[in-house]
């Protein structure tokens, strides 16, 4: 019973938190906030949770490196694997490499193995916390591909990173010509079995369908498991479970535009998802905080374990890390995109990056709970129960990093990018009006050859739909990029009108006890679909405004 009063705290606290960062706006990101909350339950009340790690990475990975994969821009992927590729691999094993030589002579009492599993710890990003800082804030659309891409891969390379380092810790050796085909085994292996498994799913979820038609919900639930029947399957392979993960989220994305599922059910998939994405990025990070109160706890075994015994030495030990980070992760990306710009091609003229941009990417590149689960995963004891050595200094040195990147993030970020104007994406605005265009087409194309069969004296239904149809074809080609898009809005918002009072209708009539619950809700559920329909212009969000 306690444990499910834990889990009701959490999910009240998610609420609370993104009310109150709602309330704040832009001023604080909502990690911290979360953190902050997540720290306050655990210090001032009695829930509490001990985080094991590889239950960590089952509940919450799986689902939401899934839904990455499945959102991310393909097109963008392909476009910029080189740079993607540099930072989720070679960035990571320069960031092991030159952060555990620095931790070892910063704190000689720290063995250098340990120094590089700590720095493995470290040198992912996190695509959770990425996203959450981005959320209020308004990153330039290629930079953010970049560090969404890039926190995608980059956890497979650390945590292969960080099973070498332990390894070494506890056998004294490290087998390289065995680590590299583990590595390449771990890479390909978690793509492929990713690919396959949701490949098969979709076929055996086809098949079933043509025989005894489409439940929705049963299309949701298992849209549900695929993430984690890929990750178990990996896993079990011994391959990257997350790379299984990202990649069986990406092959659903493309199985889904063939067109198999009801409409009906991508709308409250969709609806399932997001709402499964913000609970699960609220835990997280409510998880995070509720750990650090044991953590600070253990802050003077940190100390001895550093070989010191003033408090100020941690500080010492996570400024200098810190800065590292920043200082390898700025001239790694300032390298990269001098070598090979964000979306660039062979053969066009190098040109040296604005400063500000290569800044955003080096404080954009947040640590999150994963690094935290990470820590956490070192083991306690090597041979003969000798413990780990200064395990709780690395645990407490990736908690301190972690809110601290967090927290420069949130104040350095809004000042990085203030006064630059995002130039629109023309090239993708001008790609929707053409697709656009081209369904409107062929809907009345469709149109037209169904009034031509249907016998005299038949009203023409199908020329007053057309009608409708040549109406938001004449306006999308009248319409620029820039300008003439004064008719969407217009003709939206009457729409809008429309759907609200009828909405006012339902709602009134079942308070007078007119009509019954049940055909309420159904009533309203068609308004809500008549409203998703609606068309709202090329290149605009739909925010439901009237």
Same mark, same amino acid.
């Given at each position: ?32 906030? *979360? ?35 499945? +959102?991310?821009?393909?097109?963008? =992927? ?6 993607? =590729? ?10 092991? &490499? ?13 063995? !250098? ?29 290629? #930079?953010?591909?970049?560090? *969404? ?58 098949? /079933? ?19 984690? &029947? ?11 479970? #997350? =790379? ?7 092959? /659903? ?14 709308? +409250? ?7 499964? *994405? ?7 990070? !409510? ?23 003033? #408090? ?43 400063? +500000?941009?290569?800044?955003? /990417? ?68 001008? $790609? ?6 081209? @369904? ?11 009034? $031509? ?9 199908? /020329? ?19 300008? &003439? ?14 759907? $609200? ?25 068609? @308004? ?14 739909? +925010? &439901?405004?009237?």
């Amino acid at each position: 019973m306690t444990d499910i009063r834990y889990i009701l705290v959490l999910l009240a606290g998610v609420v609370l938190t993104n009310w109150v960062a709602r309330v704040l706006g832009d001023r604080v990101a909502l990690p911290l906030i *979360q953190v902050a909350v997540g720290a306050a339950i655990g210090s001032l009340t009695s829930f509490g949770a001990t985080l094991k790690p590889e239950q960590f990475f089952l509940i919450f990975l799986p689902p939401l490196l899934f839904f990455d994969g499945w +959102r991310v821009s393909k097109t963008d =992927l392909a476009a910029n694997a080189p740079l993607i =590729l540099s930072m989720a691999l070679g960035l990571v094993v320069a960031t092991v &490499g030159c952060v555990g030589l620095m931790l070892h002579w910063l704190i000689p009492a720290m063995p !250098l193995a340990v120094c590089f599993a700590l720095a493995a710890v470290l040198s992912p990003t996190d695509v959770v916390a990425a996203g959450a800082v981005a959320r209020h804030i308004p990153i330039p659309r290629g #930079v953010l591909r970049l560090l *969404q891409g890039e926190a995608l891969f980059n956890d497979a390379a650390a945590l292969i990173c960080l099973r070498l380092a332990i390894a070494a810790v506890v056998t004294g050796t490290v087998p390289v010509l065995s680590s590299l085909a583990a590595f390449a085994w771990a890479a390909g292996g978690g793509i492929a079995i990713g690919i396959a498994f949701s490949w098969m799913v979709a076929t055996a979820k086809a098949f /079933m369908v043509r025989r005894v038609g489409e439940d929705t919900s049963g299309q949701i639930l298992i849209s549900l498991l695929i993430p984690y &029947g890929a990750y178990l399957l990996a896993e079990a392979a011994g391959s990257s479970a #997350v =790379l299984a993960a990202v990649a069986a989220g990406m092959m /659903m994305s493309r199985i889904e535009v063939s067109g198999r599922a009801l409409p009906l059910t991508r709308l +409250r998939r969709v609806a399932v998802w997001e709402t499964l *994405q913000f609970t699960l990025n609220g835990i997280m990070f !409510l998880l995070l905080g509720e750990q650090m109160p044991g953590i600070l706890s253990g802050a003077a075994r940190s100390i001895a374990e550093g070989g010191h015994h003033a #408090v100020g030495w941690l500080g010492l030990y996570v400024a200098a890390t810190v800065l590292t980070l920043a200082a390898l992760r700025f001239a790694w990306v300032l390298a990269a995109l001098s070598w090979w710009p964000a979306g660039g091609r062979r053969g066009e003229p190098r040109t040296t990056p604005h400063w +500000r941009s290569v800044a955003v /990417m080096a404080f954009g590149g947040v640590r999150g709970a994963v690094t935290l689960a990470a820590a956490l995963s070192l083991p306690l004891v090597v041979k003969d129960g000798v413990p780990f050595p200064a395990r709780d200094l690395a645990v407490f040195i990736a908690a301190a990093v972690i809110l601290v990147s967090l927290a420069l993030a949130n104040l350095a970020l809004p000042v990085l990018l203030r006064g630059i104007e995002l130039p629109p994406d023309v090239a993708d605005a001008e $790609q929707e009006r053409a697709a656009r265009a081209a @369904t409107l087409k062929a809907a009345l194309d469709a149109l037209a050859n169904t009034a $031509q069969t249907q016998t005299a004296g038949t009203p023409p239904v199908a /020329m007053i739909v057309a009608d409708h149809y040549r109406h938001r074809l004449e306006q999308l080609e009248a319409e620029g990029i820039d300008g &003439g898009t004064a008719a969407w809005p217009e003709e939206r918002r009457m729409h809008l009108l429309a759907i $609200q009072a009828e909405r006012r209708s339902i709602v009134s009539r079942v308070r007078q006890r007119l009509i019954p619950i049940d055909l309420a809700h159904r009533l309203l559920r068609e @308004t809500d679909a008549e409203e998703v329909a609606l068309p709202i212009g090329p290149g605009r969000a739909d +925010r &439901g405004d009237v």
